[in-house]
């Protein structure tokens, strides 16, 4: 059974930066890809950017330049380091990945940007 933990969640201000972490256990061998999504409240679950076991990276046009997303594909760990916060990029964030034919999905950890 894989099991997705994120950490990392946390108040900020607009302008500021914070980071995430991903650490899947119970899978013997290296993920394939590791996705970030979010939900904002009262909007459905988004893809935000994913991290390929290879290298690599893609994102959602509303993150791209700010968040950066990266692999430690030994410890199946990711992190999502996101800067240039924005009120919108408020949501709880989850981290999830498709391993043998099924959807993994982390518990969420919140992110709120406000001032």
């Known amino acids: 059974q894989v099991q997705l933990v994120e950490s990392g969640g946390g108040f900020v201000q607009p302008g500021g930066s914070l980071g995430l972490s991903c650490s899947a256990s119970g899978v013997s061998f290296s993920i394939g890809t590791m996705d970030w999504y979010r939900q904002a409240p009262g909007k459905q679950r988004e893809w935000v950017a994913s991290?390929?076991?290879?290298?690599?990276?893609m994102y959602a046009n509303s993150v791209k330049g700010r968040f950066t997303v990266y692999r430690e594909n030994a410890k199946n760990t990711m992190t999502l380091q996101m800067n240039s916060l924005k009120f919108e990029d408020t949501a709880v964030y989850y981290c999830g990945s498709y391993v043998e034919n099924r959807q993994y999905w982390g518990q969420g950890t919140q992110v709120t940007v406000s001032t």
């Open positions: 991290a390929a076991r290879g290298g690599h990276t």
